[in-house]
């Protein structure tokens, strides 16, 4: 009964390659996010979609391309990885986008590692 | 802009004694604060959250924290600390577009 999955957990790869990351919510939220979390433990979103739509982006380089096939949904392509995209990826949802009083539920991260 | 501060980077307690994590914000309107919690190697899991009713909010595990908007403060406590409390704590306020700003997060570590 995992809320918020996310796959892999742990992704190594060398620099200059593609990968994805796939994030799956099964509470039936409309909202989904990315947020990137540095060595230094400090977190920044970076996308969030709602209902398959883009909501935020915050100025994040075009290599990552966020993905919504439906609404429990929301992967991340990067392209060209760079050893500054090394850090842990957390994907999240919650029920509906434009309310403040929203809480986030996280799932247990990605931790990219660039050689 | 809305930001929050977290005023310690690492705190040490001993098991049994209070927590008192610091968190000051900053925002141009009522704010939602919230305070996460990630265990090592883990997600972030919401502790307690803020949205403007009770200023004193009780969260999960024992913790509160009290909104002071005269100190522009959100405090999180605990009167009595366990080992399974030693994680890290960010303390996080949210604009209108859904955006969470993450303080920088404090350690807290719990000796025997």
């Known amino acids: 009964d995992t809320a918020v999955s996310q796959t892999p957990k742990y992704l190594v790869t060398q620099m200059g390659n593609d990968k994805s990351i796939k994030c799956e919510q099964n509470l039936g939220h409309d909202t989904m996010y990315w947020y990137k979390q540095d060595s230094k433990k400090f977190l920044k979103i970076m996308f969030s979609?709602?209902?398959?739509?883009?909501?935020i982006n915050e100025t994040v380089p075009n290599r990552f391309s966020p993905k919504s096939p439906d609404k429990a949904h929301l992967n991340l392509h990067i392209n060209s990885l760079e050893l500054g995209d090394s850090a842990v990826y957390f994907c999240a949802s919650s029920p509906r986008t434009g309310v403040k009083t929203n809480e986030q539920y996280f799932g247990p991260g990605t931790r990219l590692t660039v050689t | 802009a809305q930001s929050v501060t977290q005023l310690d980077s690492h705190v040490s307690v001993s098991e049994g004694t209070p927590v008192l994590l610091r968190c000051n914000y900053s925002?141009?309107?009522?704010?939602?604060l919230f305070w996460y919690v990630q265990h090592p190697n883990k997600g972030l899991q919401l502790l307690l959250k803020?949205?403007?009713?009770?200023?004193l909010v009780k969260g999960i595990n024992g913790f509160e924290a009290e909104f002071k908007k005269s100190e522009t403060s959100f405090h999180l406590t605990k009167p009595s600390a366990h080992m399974s409390d030693a994680a890290e704590y960010f303390c996080?306020?949210?604009?209108?577009?859904?955006?969470?700003?993450f303080g920088t997060g404090t350690r807290l570590q719990v000796f025997p």
């Open positions: 925002s141009s309107y009522s704010p939602s």
């Open positions: 996080v306020v949210s604009d209108y577009t859904d955006k969470l700003i």
């Open positions: 979609y709602n209902n398959k739509e883009l909501i």
């Open positions: 803020y949205t403007s009713a009770a200023t």
